[in-house]
């Protein structure tokens, strides 16, 4: 069983804006700082965003600093990423993911401490 499942993306013009959901399926991720990484064809993953496990600070790479809105709803199990001014360069597969370390206190933005994946939604931004 997929533990989180990601869903929203789609095909849209540069300057548009999606938002992408990310459900836990099975177990509560309440307790675990939550990030957003994407992947785009023939790059590595990179790291877009991240909120941690309570919702009270969030952390964004520079590619999309006010740009991307992360945000959480802990009583429903859901993190959000709003995306916003969408340029033809954030096209990838956008994944969520779960630090495997509860209440970890110092945000992580490397993929290594992410236990939990979704499958990944694909995010297509055409110019």
Known sequence: QVPLVESGGGLVQAGGSLRLSCAASGR????????????????EREFVAGINWSGGSTYYADSVKGRFTISRDNAKNVVYLRMSSLKPDDTAVYYCAADGTLYRGTFKDTAEVYDYWGQGTQVTVSS
Do not use: E, I, L, T
């Open 28 to 43: 509560s991720f309440s307790r675990n700082n939550m990030g957003w990484f994407r992947q785009a064809p023939g790059k």
